[in-house]
Nanobody, 124 residues
Framework: QVQLVESGGGLAQAGGSLRISCAAS????????MAWFRQAPGKEREFVAGVNWSGITIYYATFVKGRFPISRDNAKNTVYLQMNSLKPEDTAVYYC?????????????????WGQGTQVTVSS
């Protein structure tokens, strides 16, 4: 069992930055591929970015590539999403998730563990 708790969301202006964090506890954090998803009102939850235990295998959704670098600190059992050049369309609840698929996946159904989410709101 893995417990995930997100933090760091809030309000930002367009063009600004926020960093959100996901603290993991429970079974070995390093075994899991970690990812961020987001869900805007009225829309389906979508993959944003993911990283494997070593930090070498990283996937990004096309719409955030170059703007939202993902990283993890296994010593702190924490994964981060640095959100730069924010746009109003980035407004959503951002969820941290973990999967046992060590090579990584963007498929939402592959993720077994989820956090409660953190709200990110970008004003124009």
């Amino acid at each position: 069992q893995v417990q995930l708790v997100e933090s760091g969301g809030g309000l930002a202006q367009a063009g600004g930055s926020l960093r959100i964090s996901c603290a993991a506890s429970g079974r070995t954090f390093g075994d899991n591929f970690m990812a961020w998803f987001r869900q805007a009102p009225g829309k389906e939850r979508e993959f944003v970015a993911g990283v494997n235990w070593s930090g070498i295998t990283i996937y990004y959704a096309t719409f955030v590539k170059g703007r939202f670098p993902i990283s993890r600190d296994n010593a702190k059992n924490t994964v981060y999403l640095q959100m730069n050049s924010l746009k109003p369309e980035d407004t959503a609840v951002y969820y941290c998730a973990a999967t046992k698929v060590v090579s990584g996946t963007t498929g939402i159904r592959e993720y077994e563990y989820w956090g409660q989410g953190t709200q990110v709101t970008v004003s124009s």
